[in-house]
């Protein structure tokens, strides 16, 4: 991948999602990276960009620790897919997650979908 189209996306990450009120991850100003976290009190996102792909890490955890991680491989669509992330940043919640991730797929088509550590994942088709 481009390094240059690397770092210009990550800073548009960063721009778009400090904007919205998420905070940066320990660690990510002093290592440089696109990494973010956002608490709506119903449910904890943690938002990183993959090394080496167009492709997000977006991580969902609730209070009880039940949890689950999209992969969505953003390519051309990233303004699209970070609007879609603040879009529903303060209203999801573990009980509506489906509807959410919807959303997540009408704006970046392509959006793997991981539920447990040891599973893997698979590509979400809109419903």
């Not at 955890?61 to 953003?74: E, K, M, N, S």
């Not at 303060?90 to 970046?108: F, H, S, Y």
């Amino acid at each position: 991948m481009d390094q240059k189209l690397h770092e210009k996306d990550g800073l548009r990450i960063v721009a778009r999602l400090r904007s919205a009120g998420w905070d940066m991850a320990d660690g990510a100003v002093l290592l440089g990276r696109a990494a973010l976290a956002y608490d709506n009190g119903q449910v904890v996102a943690e938002l990183e960009q993959d090394d080496q792909r167009r492709e997000l890490i977006f991580s969902l955890t609730a209070p009880d620790g039940r949890g689950l991680t999209v992969y969505p491989v953003y390519g051309d669509r990233l303004e699209a897919t970070l609007d879609a992330v603040v879009g529903f940043q303060d209203r999801v919640t573990a009980e509506n997650l489906p509807e959410v991730l919807g959303e997540l797929v009408m704006a970046c088509p392509e959006v793997y979908l991981q539920e447990g550590e040891d599973d893997e994942p698979r590509l979400l088709t809109p419903e």
